[in-house]
Each structure stands twice: as C-alpha cells, then as structure tokens.
C-alpha cells in the first residue's frame, strides 16, 4: 500500500503512456487511451512518485495519504 493517494487529472491527460512505462504494476491506459491507476501497492512509493515525475503534463498528483500534504507536483 502506498502512502500516496494518487489521482490523475483526466484532462490533463496527453495518454503518451509515460507512467505505464515507467510503472506497469501501478498504471495503465483505459478505453479512452487516459491512464488510470489499477493498484496503488503496484510499485515503491519511490517508483510511483517517479512515474509522477516523468509524466509531460504533471497530471498526476500525489497527496501524502496521512498528513494531507500534496507531494507532487511541486507548484
Ligand atoms: S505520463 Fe501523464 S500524460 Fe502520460 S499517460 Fe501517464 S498521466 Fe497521461
């Protein structure tokens, strides 16, 4: 389980598929060609948070699932 809570902004979306690469276990492409997330224990936090990072658009986001705090993106 990560302690990310993790979203993706659908509208930012640009479906390169750039978190899949980078975290198969974690993300994945739904019917529209937008990525999802399919299990959140699919990877290290490290790894999720690092797929966050390589996407082109930011459109994930990652919150800290305890304190609230939002993790990335950083603006
Ligand atoms: S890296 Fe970003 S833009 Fe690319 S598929 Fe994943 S969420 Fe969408």
């Known amino acids: 389980m990560s302690k990310y809570k993790i979203e993706i902004d ?8 750039a ?18 997330v399919k299990d959140v224990g699919g990877h290290t936090d490290e790894e999720i948070l690092q797929a966050a990072q390589v996407c082109p658009v930011d459109a994930i986001i990652l919150t800290d699932a305890n304190s609230g705090e939002k993790v990335w993106p950083k603006s």
């Open 10 to 17: 659908r509208n930012l979306c640009i479906g390169d598929g």
């Open 19 to 36: 978190c899949v690469g980078e975290a198969p276990n974690t993300f994945e492409m739904d019917a529209d060609n937008i990525a999802i």
